[in-house]
């Protein structure tokens, strides 16, 4: 009991004092020590109101006083020279601490502008598999209509500057341009993880994987589809590929030839520049004695598209048979065996969490898309039953007009 009320004279003396130095809680302290000696209350300092002792003993001997002193000071050492004073005289709430885990960083580099069907497809899968565990931040490249290396280069500084500035924990990177601009000009082997998707027919162009990624492969069906058809007509096996510009497209026209060439078939292909020169070659190889089935890949790059004209083009040559591997392209083919781009992102999204799990991306494969959607247009598939499929109407999915636009 007398060592409480000795430590409750110290402590009064020193809350006494709002804001002493550690020499004055010293100080404080030693004069407390005093008056408790002399048998006296301890003095006033600064003009402050003492706080008057409620209890008070006779004077102790040296020892006494060092021995309760030092029971004192091993109770809480800490109490007279570590506790934090207020610096407000009103009283006020100590703001509660922030108990919610802070989401990591999750940023998406985009190759092109929002609204460009597969890229769409990638990104509703990537916020599928984030949703709620990843602070995801997008950058789009919009590099589909731009040509010129140095712009391409340009855009992918502004890729790098944005990367920069939001510290990632992982970053993801769609189709070509953003891994090619992005990630293996300026991130190759770096110390930020990367999930790469969408790159088409395989990383070799790019020499990936790096030690710092892991990602799916953008695996076309057209080895499948041309020999799902060969079978059924072994006679017409010519095949017209018709895309447009671009890294993407210039890819593409190099796995077609030597797909064409692994097959032994002969083949043309024709990069187009716009519509209207769209028009001219479609007409061309429609009505072509060398042509027998006509590959559809893209027309992303054009800067105009009239829609309702050239569907009403196609269909007044609809004279052979035409194929896609897009399903954004079923409104202008017979026949699609169609990549799913939310494949691509659900896969890159769920790669990204198992990196911020902590397993480094070298030690997650890369691997090709797996699925794929038969699509038929009746419109443009009726003339050519007897070259499909018994089944074909039946079992794939059937484009409708009315509900793609």
Request: net charge positive; aromatic share 12%; hydrophobic share 40%.
């Amino acid at each position: 009991m007398l060592i409480i009320r000795i430590y409750q004279r110290i402590l009064r003396f020193i809350a006494n004092n709002k804001y002493p130095s550690q020499v004055g809680k010293a100080n404080l302290f030693h004069k407390a020590l005093n008056g408790l000696m002399t048998n006296t209350n301890p003095p006033c300092f600064h003009s402050e109101t003492c706080i008057p002792p409620l209890f008070f003993k006779p004077a102790l001997s040296l020892k006494k006083v060092l021995f309760v002193v030092l029971c004192s000071v091993t109770f809480s050492a800490s109490a007279f020279t570590q506790v934090p004073q207020s610096k407000t005289d009103k009283p006020f709430f100590e703001s509660p601490v922030e108990t919610q885990k802070k989401l990591p960083v999750c940023l998406y580099i985009a190759s092109y502008a929002p609204g460009y069907p597969w890229q769409n497809g990638i990104e509703r899968g990537i916020r599928q598999s984030l949703n709620d565990k990843c602070e995801l931040k997008t950058f789009f490249m919009n590099t589909k209509q731009v040509f010129k290396e140095s712009e391409l280069e340009k855009i992918g500084v502004q890729a790098i500057d944005f990367i920069a500035s939001n510290n990632p924990d992982v970053v993801i990177v769609s189709d070509d341009n953003a891994t090619k601009y992005v990630l293996e000009k300026h991130y190759k082997n770096s110390r930020i993880p990367f999930v790469f998707c969408g790159v088409n027919n395989t990383g070799s162009t790019y020499n990936l994987p790096y030690k710092n990624t892991t990602g799916m492969i953008e695996k076309n069906p057209t080895e499948y589809l041309l020999k799902l058809l060969f079978n059924i007509s072994p006679s017409k096996t010519r095949v017209a590929f018709l895309t447009s510009n671009g890294t993407t497209a210039k890819k593409d026209v190099i796995e077609f030839k030597q797909l064409a060439d692994q097959l032994g078939i002969k083949h043309q292909a024709y990069q187009i520049q716009d519509e209207n020169e769209w028009r001219k070659v479609y007409k061309k190889v429609q009505e072509s004695d060398d042509i027998d089935l006509i590959y559809f890949s893209n027309r992303a790059a054009f800067n105009t598209w009239d829609h309702q004209k050239n569907i009403d083009w196609a269909l007044q040559h609809n004279h052979k048979l035409s194929f896609t591997t897009q399903d954004w392209m079923m409104p202008y083919v017979a026949v699609g065996i169609n990549k799913i781009p939310d494949e691509q992102g659900v896969w890159a999204g769920q790669a990204a969490l198992e990196i911020l799990k902590g397993t480094p991306p070298s030690e997650i494969a890369v691997v090709p898309n797996q699925n794929v959607q038969l699509w038929i247009n009746k419109e443009f598939a009726r003339p050519f039953k007897k070259e499909l499929p018994e089944n074909v109407f039946s079992k794939s999915i059937i484009y409708d007009a009315k509900v793609a636009h």
